[in-house]
């Protein structure tokens, strides 16, 4: 059950867009549409932003968007904003009936 | 409003045990799985275990198998966490979440995400 791997940072200066990567295996990302894409800002708890690999929560701006390709699922946040600023964590099911996380990607907004 | 509040944490030494509740409102409990998610001090998340609506499937991470379970009392409308034979590495915020998933007849169910999560609960093993 080894961690699906993230870059640790990326940055973006406002109105730019990101792109946040999460490799795993056939055995959780590639063989599953069960991707989702949490955020964290410093001392509070993780939210939903996006679920199986490309649905958008009620609530949830439509500059993120999500995709998969083979392994390896991506996270896009479009027109940057200051308040994007956070933690990002994506997570998979896996063939193990377990649920993995992503090491986590710390976005800067320049 | 979905509310989820953790509570238990504290202090603990190796090898001690601690109960982990979360309470849950806003929602019909005994129609989610649910889940518990830890977060050591600087680092990521990591997915502890989860259970099924009435308590008769329950999962777990390889590091907490044999020494944690996962519960719930529906009529109470909370979950809980027993931790035994606390180790170091144990040290985080615990959350609870309400797990959505879906139900294939030959493979069970399969967790997709994590939509409320609770605000954590700290659990600190050290002597």
Redesign the interface.
């Known amino acids: 059950?080894s961690?699906l791997t993230q870059p640790a940072s990326v940055s973006g200066s406002p109105g730019q867009s990101i792109t946040i990567s999460c490799t795993g295996t056939s055995s959780d990302v590639g063989g599953?549409n069960?991707v989702?894409w949490?955020q964290?800002h410093p001392g509070k708890?993780?939210?939903?932003m996006i679920?199986?690999v490309s649905n958008r929560?009620s609530g949830v701006s439509n500059r993120f968007s999500g995709s998969k390709s083979g392994n390896t699922a991506s996270l896009t946040i479009s027109g940057l904003q200051a308040e994007d600023e956070a933690d990002y964590?994506c997570?998979s099911?896996t063939s193990s009936?377990?649920?993995?996380?992503?090491?986590?990607t710390k976005l800067t907004v320049l | 409003e979905v509310q989820l509040v953790e509570s238990g944490g504290g202090l603990v030494q190796p090898g001690g045990s601690l109960r982990l509740s979360c309470a849950a409102s806003g929602f019909t409990f005994s129609s989610y799985w649910m889940s518990w998610v830890r977060q050591a001090p600087g680092k990521g998340l990591e997915w502890v275990a989860n259970i099924k609506q009435d308590g008769s499937e329950k999962y777990y991470v390889d590091s907490v198998k044999g020494r944690f379970t996962i519960s719930r009392d529906n009529a109470k409308n909370s979950l809980y966490l027993q931790m035994n034979s606390l180790r170091a590495e144990d040290t985080a915020v615990y959350y609870c979440a309400r797990d959505l998933g879906s139900y294939d007849i030959l493979t069970g169910y399969a967790s997709s995400h994590f939509d409320y999560w609770g605000q954590g609960t700290l659990v600190t093993v050290s002597s």
């Open positions: 059950q961690a599953y069960y989702s949490y964290q708890a993780p939210k939903l679920y199986e929560p964590y997570s099911y009936s377990t649920t993995v996380f992503g090491g986590g």
